[in-house]
């Protein structure tokens, strides 16, 4: 999949601006506060309907605008196909090939982006709600059934509290309810742990070949129930709790409170990890997920990385760019491109200043 060209209009900190990219590596430079993170972020919009810092898309419109507009034409073999969007302060409009979609499904994913941003180093600090999103997202891209089951889960556990907050509960109710909790969960649970151990299965090879040492790395998935075998297990055990969630009106387990843990050397990397090995983890993590994409949907995703190089020694820098997968179009955005200059491919170099982009040759 390669992004070929990019149009943005009352974005962010950009008026107006285009920029046509290469298959290879593409590099964003340029000072802080210039725009670098906000280019990869309407991409990540194009790619996922959503921004990767803001939970209202309204932020993403320029100061004083009534509008903003983005479209990416995108190649996926021989086909190609126009992606665009428009954000209005409460609403936004997609449209594929200037058709617009009418179920977000229909957008999301035809651009499929690898993101790594500063702020995913927050999967380290332990919280929960995070790595599930982390986990929810991804598997999302390549798994409309996961969605679908998510969706359900999601549906059948905010009946399932409602009923639990009440004065007078039904307990009949309640006991379907509870049937369908489990049915909705058992492909949640199962799909995130299967997602989680398929990783693990590339991660230390990533991480190795990026950093040349020789550390475990692992990530674990923690339920938010004690794991059983199927799901007339966990039936079982969602009744056995029923009189602990009626004290506590609430769910207290499930798939709603499952969290993941990454390890390094079988120690959480958060307490232990250097800043260096943390951000090589995760850039190892970043890698995994692509091939993992890429396996999953025989589709090369395009990988998106913010500010990468800060908190990465020289070498780690030049390794880095050593591992960027082949064939897999990459966009890199940095204040210092030092690293590039030993970089022996072709790659594109764009000076980002003040919302305006600048081709620069020679590289
Ligand atoms: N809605 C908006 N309208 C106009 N400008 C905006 C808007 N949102 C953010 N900006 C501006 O965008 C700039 C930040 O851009 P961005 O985050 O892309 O910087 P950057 O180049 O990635 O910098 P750094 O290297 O520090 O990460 C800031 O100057 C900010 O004022
Ligand atoms: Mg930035």
């Given at each position: 999949m390669i992004v070929e060209h990019l149009e943005l209009r009352n974005f962010r900190n950009y008026d107006s601006a285009k920029i046509s990219f290469m298959p290879g590596l593409n590099v964003l430079f340029g000072a802080n506060g210039q725009g670098k993170t906000n280019l990869l972020e309407g991409l990540f919009f194009l790619s996922c309907a959503r921004s990767f810092r803001v939970s209202e898309d309204r932020q993403m419109i320029q100061d004083d605008k009534d509008a903003a507009k983005l479209s990416v034409r995108v190649r996926n073999d021989d086909r190609e196909q126009i992606l665009s969007g428009v954000i209005y302060p409460s609403q936004k409009t997609l449209s594929v090939n200037k058709r617009p979609v009418a179920?977000?499904?229909?957008?999301?994913?035809?651009?499929?982006?690898?993101?790594?941003?500063p702020l995913d180093m927050e999967l380290f600090?332990?919280?929960?709600?995070?790595?599930?999103r982390f986990v929810d997202q991804e598997l999302s891209k390549v798994s409309r059934d996961y969605l679908e089951s998510l969706r359900s889960y999601n549906g059948v556990l905010k009946e399932r509290n409602l009923v639990l907050k009440g004065e007078h509960v039904d307990m009949v109710y309640l006991s379907v309810l509870n049937t369908r909790f489990v049915q909705a969960m058992w492909p949640v649970v199962t799909g995130r742990r299967k997602f989680i151990s398929e990783l693990n299965a590339l991660l230390p090879d990533h991480y190795q070949k990026l950093t040349g040492e020789k550390h475990e790395v692992q990530l674990r998935y923690r339920p938010g129930f004690v794991w059983v075998q199927n799901a007339a297990e966990l039936e079982k055990q969602v009744e056995k709790n029923v009189q602990r969630d009626l004290t506590m009106h609430q769910s207290v387990s499930g798939a709603h409170k499952d969290d993941l843990e990454i390890l390094l050397d079988q120690h959480p990397a958060d307490g232990y990890g250097s800043q260096g090995q943390k951000r090589m983890l995760m850039l190892a993590l970043k890698l995994s997920l692509c091939s993992w994409i890429e396996a999953k949907s025989q589709k090369k995703p395009?990988?998106?990385?913010?500010?990468?190089?800060?908190?990465?020694?020289?070498?780690?820098?030049?390794?880095?760019?050593?591992?960027?997968?082949?064939?897999?179009?990459?966009?890199?955005?940095?204040?210092?491109?030092?690293?590039?200059?030993?970089?022996?491919?072709?790659?594109?170099?764009?000076?980002?200043h003040e919302g305006t982009i600048e081709e620069k040759n020679g590289g």
């Open positions: 179920k977000l499904s229909e957008f999301v994913g035809l651009l499929n982006t690898v993101l790594f941003s600090h332990q919280a929960p709600r995070y790595c599930r395009v990988l998106l990385f913010d500010d990468v190089f800060s908190e990465l020694d020289f070498r780690h820098q030049q390794q880095l760019l050593n591992c960027l997968p082949e064939g897999v179009q990459t966009l890199i955005t940095t204040t210092d491109d030092s690293a590039l200059r030993e970089y022996s491919l072709p790659c594109r170099r764009f000076v980002i």
